[in-house]
């Protein structure tokens, strides 16, 4: 365990003997990822300035990703209400755990690879969320991949709904000639409070630029892998969920982009799309995969 000078926070950090492979995990930030260097090549790094409050850099979505209308929802027969996070859309945002403190179950480590598992276990009833739930996530390290497995247990005895997501922001020296390939032929749209309002079909995904773009743009994934290219690197991120969605965006740090995996989208809770339910004492499952290919 180490500690932040910064911010005073603790944190995890796997690294190998040589240094080209890191990755530093903050308890107290919802088991995000704040740095991954792969095989020498800076992948995600600080956002600073920028406050992890605002970015939501690396945080794990649940139980909802992306924005809720409102905060409200009907679910069964009843109305519900999350705290607002975003005040000047009026909008719940990016769920309930990007900044719980999660615990260490277990660390293991070889010489081709690293992992820790961690967990956090919400025992109480939350504002606009009344189920209790545990969620555990492992962080897998190799000198060419990182993978994310998550899982959710009901521990309420009523079943709850929920989509799932990522937040992370990659590096690139050169976003401006960054490209992203994915197969899609459907995205969002949004109102002007970034409020799901329809989808529109769209081409020219499998090279889609990132040149100077303000982007804040999601779409509906036909095959779960996503490609990312800049001039240092390449790697593909892939997901084993059925619903998938991307969500892109560039936030003001013009040296990272936004790739965020999520199996709903924005007003989920309302919309239905990717929305799912989960039984008291099942669980539900998730991993998503970074593999270095250049």
Same mark, same amino acid.
């Given at each position: 365990?180490? #500690?932040? $000078?910064?911010? @005073?926070?603790? !944190?995890?950090?796997?690294? +190998?003997?040589?240094? %080209?492979?890191? =990755?530093?995990?903050?308890?107290?930030?919802?088991?995000?990822?704040?740095?991954?260097?792969?095989?020498?090549?800076?992948?995600?790094?600080?956002?600073?300035?920028?406050?992890?409050?605002?970015?939501?850099?690396?945080?794990?979505?649940?139980?909802?990703?992306?924005?809720?209308?409102?905060? #409200?929802? $009907?679910?069964? @027969?009843?109305? !519900?209400?999350?705290?607002? +996070?975003?005040?000047? %859309?009026?909008? =719940?945002?990016?769920?309930?755990?990007?900044?719980?403190?999660?615990?260490?179950?277990?660390?293991?480590?070889?010489?081709?690879?690293?992992?820790?598992?961690?967990?956090?276990?919400?025992?109480?009833?939350?504002?606009?969320?009344?189920?209790?739930?545990?969620?555990?996530?492992?962080?897998?390290?190799?000198?060419?991949?990182?993978?994310?497995?998550?899982?959710?247990? +009901?521990?309420?005895?009523?079943?709850?709904?929920?989509?799932?997501?990522?937040?992370?922001?990659?590096?690139?020296?050169?976003?401006?000639?960054?490209?992203?390939?994915?197969?899609?032929?459907?995205?969002?749209?949004?109102?002007?409070?970034?409020?799901?309002?329809?989808?529109?079909?769209?081409?020219?995904?499998?090279?889609?630029?990132?040149?100077?773009?303000?982007?804040?743009?999601?779409?509906?994934?036909? +095959?779960?892998?996503?490609?990312?290219?800049?001039?240092?690197?390449?790697?593909?991120?892939?997901?084993?969920?059925?619903?998938?969605?991307?969500?892109?965006?560039?936030?003001?740090?013009?040296?990272?982009?936004?790739?965020?995996?999520?199996?709903?989208?924005?007003?989920?809770?309302?919309?239905?799309?990717?929305?799912?339910?989960?039984?008291?004492?099942?669980?539900?499952?998730?991993?998503?995969?970074?593999?270095?290919?250049?």
């Amino acid at each position: 365990m180490k #500690k932040d $000078n910064s911010n @005073g926070l603790e !944190y995890i950090q796997i690294e +190998n003997s040589l240094n %080209n492979v890191q =990755a530093d995990i903050y308890l107290s930030l919802g088991a995000s990822l704040q740095t991954l260097i792969l095989n020498g090549n800076k992948l995600i790094t600080s956002l600073e300035p920028l406050p992890y409050s605002d970015t939501y850099a690396s945080s794990l979505l649940f139980p909802f990703a992306n924005r809720i209308d409102g905060g #409200k929802y $009907n679910f069964e @027969g009843s109305v !519900y209400k999350f705290p607002i +996070n975003e005040s000047g %859309n009026n909008n =719940a945002l990016h769920g309930l755990v990007y900044n719980k403190t999660f615990k260490v179950v277990s660390k293991k480590a070889d010489t081709d690879y690293a992992s820790v598992l961690l967990e956090y276990d919400e025992d109480n009833y939350t504002e606009g969320f009344p189920y209790t739930y545990k969620m555990q996530v492992e962080y897998v390290l190799t000198h060419n991949s990182l993978t994310l497995n998550v899982s959710v247990k +009901n521990t309420d005895n009523k079943t709850f709904p929920f989509t799932l997501g990522w937040h992370p922001y990659f590096y690139s020296t050169d976003l401006y000639n960054s490209t992203l390939n994915f197969d899609s032929d459907q995205q969002l749209e949004f109102n002007d409070r970034c409020i799901t309002s329809g989808v529109k079909n769209v081409s020219g995904t499998e090279a889609f630029e990132i040149k100077d773009q303000y982007l804040d743009d999601c779409f509906v994934l036909k +095959n779960n892998d996503v490609t990312f290219k800049t001039p240092d690197y390449e790697f593909v991120l892939s997901n084993s969920s059925e619903d998938a969605f991307l969500q892109i965006y560039t936030p003001p740090k013009k040296t990272h982009v936004a790739i965020e995996p999520t199996t709903g989208v924005s007003d989920s809770f309302n919309n239905k799309m990717g929305l799912q339910t989960l039984k008291p004492d099942h669980t539900y499952q998730l991993n998503w995969k970074i593999i270095l290919i250049s």
